[in-house]
């Protein structure tokens, strides 16, 4: 998506909505006791998984996701999810959107693509945040209350 077609007049662009600080950018071999720790200090934070040398987001994960991981570790880490990475039980499923779109693109791209976490890119390409499902949710109501904004 570039912006610009479907942009309803007068609707918020995702940079203007939310705070997109909820998240934690880690690395891909961060060991399941330190994201542990991680959730203990920030536990409605959303972790993304970042890979410097190749300059690429990997995946994300959640404390629901965590919980899972330790409650039914997959096959290869039954006794030992200690031992695992984040990347052994991240969801890959991410989606990438500049912030110069309007929330109904971000809302399009959702219910699409369904993606775990939508990371937010500027108008350089570079890396600008999260959106939430709470940023999200919220700038949706927001339209719900002032329907005029969009196709104004």
Avoid: C
Wanted: glycine share 6%; aromatic share 10%.
């Amino acid at each position: 998506m570039n912006g610009v077609e479907s942009m309803a007049i007068g609707e918020p662009l995702i940079k203007e909505v939310g705070h997109h600080d909820q998240y934690q950018v880690v690395d891909p071999d961060l060991l399941m006791p330190k994201v542990a720790a991680k959730f203990a200090e920030r536990p409605d934070d959303v972790l993304l998984i970042y890979d410097r040398e190749e300059d690429k987001f990997h995946g994300s994960f959640y404390l629901y996701e965590f919980h899972r991981a330790y409650g039914n570790p997959p096959k290869k880490w039954k006794n030992s999810i200690h031992k695992a990475t984040i990347t052994d039980v991240m969801n890959k499923n991410i989606a990438t959107i500049e912030w110069t779109a309007n929330v109904s693109q971000a809302w399009g791209l959702v219910t699409t693509k369904r993606p775990s976490a939508i990371l937010l890119k500027d108008e350089k390409g570079r890396f600008a945040g999260y959106l939430s499902n709470k940023d999200l949710w919220t700038a949706l109501e927001q339209l719900d209350e002032n329907p005029a904004l969009i196709g104004a």
